[in-house]
Structure formats: structure tokens, C-alpha cells
């Protein structure tokens, strides 16, 4: 069982930079794989970013890639989103994810745990 809480949200102007943290419960978080998504008001919920449980791989999607960064620390059971350059576009509920079985990082589905996520809200 792993339960995850993310906090970093806030309001920003366009062109600033946030962090994001998600902390995690529980002795198995270097077992999983992570994952950022976020979810803007009617629209679905998109893959943002993944680490490996080692965090020697990452992936990005396309929209993000080149301004997002995310990482982890084992040791604190916390994994990161550093958020440069932000657009009005990046504005939504940001939602971190744990995936035991990557079989498909991008596939909200293959996820097994869920934070109750955070909002980050970019001003044009």
C-alpha cells in the first residue's frame, strides 16, 4: 500500500517556475515507478511525466518536454516536478502516481495509487 500526498501548487504568472512534491507512505515507494498527470476543467486526464523506481529513466510528454523536470529521492520518499517557463496551457490539477507494472507509463490506468492532487493555476 502506498499513499500519496502532493503539495507546490499555487497561483503563478506565465513565465515563472513551481515545484511540486509528492510525499509517500509506506517501506515499497522505491518498488514503483512514478508519474505526473494533470487534469485542466473539461478536459481528460493527461500523462505529464514518469520516472523509473531508480530514477535513471524519465519520460516527458511532448508538451512539457524541455520545460518540466522530474525527479525522485528514495531515501525521503519523494518525488519532484520542477515546472519552468509555465504557460496558461499548464494550468490544471496536478496528480502524482505510483505504477507498479510499467507495461505503459502514459496509461493512466496502468497506475495503482493516486495523491488527491494539487492545483497550479498559471495567470497570462
Known amino acids: 500500500q502506498v499513499q500519496l500526498v502532493e503539495s507546490g501548487g499555487g497561483l503563478v504568472q506565465a513565465g515563472d517556475s513551481l515545484r511540486l512534491s509528492c510525499a509517500a507512505s509506506?517501506?515499497?515507494?522505491?518498488?514503483?515507478?512514478m508519474g505526473w498527470f494533470r487534469q485542466a476543467p473539461g478536459k481528460e486526464r493527461e500523462f505529464v511525466a514518469h520516472?523509473?523506481?531508480?530514477?535513471?529513466?524519465?519520460t516527458y510528454a511532448g508538451s512539457v518536454k524541455g520545460r518540466f523536470t522530474i525527479s525522485r529521492d528514495n531515501a525521503k520518499n519523494t518525488v519532484y516536478l520542477q515546472m519552468n517557463s509555465l504557460k496558461p496551457d499548464d494550468t490544471a490539477v496536478y496528480y502524482c502516481?505510483?505504477?507498479?507494472?510499467?507495461?505503459?507509463?502514459?496509461?493512466?490506468?496502468?497506475?495503482?495509487?493516486w495523491g488527491q492532487g494539487t492545483q497550479v493555476t498559471v495567470s497570462s
Open positions: 502516481a505510483a505504477v507498479y507494472k510499467p507495461f505503459d507509463i502514459t496509461n493512466r490506468s496502468m497506475y495503482d495509487y
Open positions: 509506506g517501506r515499497t515507494f522505491s518498488s514503483y515507478g
Open positions: 520516472i523509473t523506481w531508480s530514477g535513471g529513466s524519465t
